[in-house]
């Protein structure tokens, strides 16, 4: 059973960084994707950035192109979201989810979901 636990969340400062970590444990497949999802509140929970860890694959959702950073260190079985320049805007609930497949990427469509770290940035 895979299990995410996110950490690095807090309030900061417009401008600031953040990088947001996702521990993975319980990992066996090979064609393994983890990504960051994001939730404001009254708003819907919005895909953000993808990394595939056989191949490295990143995708990014359009509004954080340019901003936001996916990694993974897979000898930690660790994943990143390193986010500059942060914006009133991108406060929100960030999660950690992870299937074990690369299909669909940008979809809500992943098994195993972490509980969230809360991103707070003030103007």
């Known amino acids: 059973q895979v299990q995410l636990v996110e950490s690095g969340g807090g309030l900061v400062q417009a401008g600031g960084s953040l990088r947001l970590s996702c521990a993975v444990s319980g990992r066996t497949s090979t064609w393994f994707s983890t990504a960051w999802f994001r939730q404001a509140p009254g708003k819907e929970r919005e895909f953000v950035a993808v990394?595939?860890?056989?191949?490295?694959?990143?995708e990014y959702a359009d509004s954080v192109k340019g901003r936001f950073t996916i990694s993974k260190d897979s000898a930690k079985n660790m994943a990143y979201l390193q986010i500059y320049s942060l914006k009133p805007e991108d406060t929100a609930v960030y999660s950690c989810a992870a299937k074990n497949n690369v299909a669909a990427l940008t979809t809500q469509d992943y098994t195993y979901w972490g509980r969230g770290t809360q991103v707070t940035v003030s103007s």
């Open positions: 990394v595939t860890w056989s191949a490295g694959i990143t």
